[in-house]
């Protein structure tokens, strides 16, 4: 998100790009606005890609809403096209958007408007690979026809079709979806990951041209809450039973399918899915961003993206754990002027957890004095959750041959009954 990088330097955009490199982030998306000081800052992450000197490359995720933008999106394309760390795909500059479904640059159709005022405009080594977030249903893709070079599932990586209603509607064991029934199995769990709607993306795009473009996305988490006199966007998606590394699985399942995989995201505050360090402008969200680094996320990163790209997980040669919660149980209540996000009985009140052992050891989890589990792991990665009361915290422990190995417990985490404000983001800790 350019738009939150406004007091961004250059060595703060070559922190990004080497921290993201050594990830196992092949690049970023740069999803600019219209505010007039994101074209330099535009210019300084084109600058610190090159300057790293890692190969990083870079694509835009354009802006449209009105018959003017097109020429300003054509100025993107051509100023960056020649760059050493433009990403380039099949010869073509990529670019991609957020939504832009309705945009006609005033022309008499979407369709026309993006094919004569943007992409028949661009040609030789400007000529752009578009592969677009149109927010249409599948079937519809074929209207686009000789416009889209293929589409981004932006939605895929969430199931958001996951509400309330809908929890409700699956199972008549409707307390069992809701926090306080952990005894109850969870039916949520079996959609979470899962690659239906790519697949509806991938058969749309293959009826096209077999050789159209689809890229899917990895998220994990989903929670924004502001209220209406702001952006009036204040709910959740499913995001438990490990929705980061069960998304990157699914995905590495059918990676003979997925050309590219964008992570959302690397830095979108407001919507408490962001895996790069906390820094830059917040867009009003500091009231459930701040505190709850999210790098533990990215430690793994580097294992499923190096799975998706070779088609082999690689060898765990380093015990890690990396570990997060919610801070308050999802039923409690708070004196905030911004009610319960919308869906917030479906996500469960639980600790997950993710161990990554080197050799086979014992993993005891605790939440409070008296709830504790052991488990005995692998080599290997492996899954782990337990349930969390009000005034619990989360501790994690990985023996192995009598040994402590790893003792990973926050100082600062309760999961308090008495909240001050709603605050679905998830605080994520990884042993160092």
């Known amino acids: 998100m350019v738009g939150n990088s406004y007091p961004y330097t250059l060595a703060n955009w070559k922190s990004d790009v080497l921290l993201a490199y050594q990830s196992g982030i092949d690049g970023f998306a740069l999803n600019v606005g219209r505010d007039s000081w ?63 479904e309705t945009c ?43 416009v889209i070079n293929g589409m981004f599932n932006w939605n895929s990586g969430w199931p958001t079709q996951v509400t309330t209603s809908f929890a409700a509607s699956l199972t008549n064991l ?28 991938i058969n749309a795009l293959h009826s096209m041209n077999p050789e159209q473009t689809y890229m899917a996305a990895v998220s994990p988490w989903f929670f924004t809450h502001y209220g209406p006199q702001s952006y009036n966007k204040n709910w959740i998606y499913l995001s438990d039973d490990h929705l980061y590394s069960r998304r990157w699985e699914d995905v590495i399942g059918i990676r003979d399918q997925v050309d590219v995989v964008q992570l959302i995201s690397w830095n ?25 680094d999210h790098t533990g996320w990215l430690n793994m990163t580097s294992y499923y993206a190096t799975a998706f790209k070779t088609g082999s997980y690689p060898a765990i040669t380093t015990d890690k754990i990396i570990m997060w919660s919610r801070p308050h149980p999802a039923l409690a209540t708070a004196p905030d002027p911004v009610c319960q996000p919308t869906n917030f009985q479906i996500t469960q009140d639980k600790i997950w957890v993710i161990v990554m052992a080197a050799s086979p050891g014992n993993v005891t989890l605790s939440t409070s ?17 337990l349930p969390i009361q009000a005034g619990g915290f989360m501790k994690a422990t990985l023996q192995r041959n009598g040994q402590t190995v790893i003792n990973l417990q926050p100082t600062n985490f309760v999961f308090s009954p008495n909240p001050s404000s709603y605050n679905f983001n998830a605080f994520v800790i990884a042993s160092s």
């Open 174 to 201: 409707v307390g069992g979806l809701f926090p306080g029934a952990a005894s109850v199995l969870n039916p949520l769990a079996s959609l979470v990951g899962v690659t239906s709607t790519d697949q509806q993306y």
């Open 268 to 292: 979108d505050y407001g919507e408490s899915h962001y895996i790069g360090p906390i820094e830059g402008a917040q867009p009003q969200s500091e009231a459930w961003v701040d505190g709850f």
């Open 104 to 146: 006609k640059f005033g022309q008499g159709s979407v369709q026309s408007g993006w094919s004569s005022q943007f992409l028949g405009q661009l040609s030789g080594t400007d000529a752009v690979h578009f592969v677009p977030s149109f927010f249409v249903d599948p079937s519809s893709f074929q209207s686009y026809n000789g």
């Open 369 to 385: 004095s008296t709830q504790s589990q052991t488990f005995n792991v692998g080599t290997g990665l492996t899954k782990l959750s």
């Open 38 to 100: 994101q074209p330099q800052q535009v210019a300084n992450a084109y600058e610190a890609a090159k300057q790293s000197g890692t190969g990083f490359k870079l694509f835009l995720s354009l802006p449209c809403g009105n018959a003017n933008d097109a020429a300003t999106l054509r100025n993107y394309i051509t100023t960056y096209a020649s760059h050493p760390n433009q990403f380039v795909y099949n010869g073509r500059v990529f670019a991609s958007t957020f939504s832009g």
